[in-house]
């Protein structure tokens, strides 16, 4: 595990050639790729930094996720915290 000293934030790097997270990574990427990139216009000036936050922003507090059983990423964290989801807002997109 690394620390950035500057952001006092650990880091834990991914091991290399570990299947599970090379599976975990490739199923990332093409839910990306079916699911945002292919439905960006390419034509004007398109500020990519902010439609990739929006893009995770709903990935992670309002797509439902089948591998969770419909529930997101955040309510499944939320979960494993011990905390009521119910009076948390959704974030809007």
Known sequence: MRVDEKRDIKRKLNVINY???????????????????????????????????????????????????GLTPYEIFRAKMNIDIQSQPKSEV
């Not at 004007?44 to 893009?55: G, R, S, Y």
């Open 19 to 69: 299947a599970k997270q090379i599976g975990n990574v490739k199923r990332s990427h093409r839910t990306d790729k079916q699911e945002f990139y292919q439905f960006l216009d390419y034509s004007d000036d398109v500020n990519l930094k902010e439609k990739i936050k929006e893009w995770e922003n709903f990935y992670n507090f309002n797509r439902p996720h089948k591998s969770h059983g």
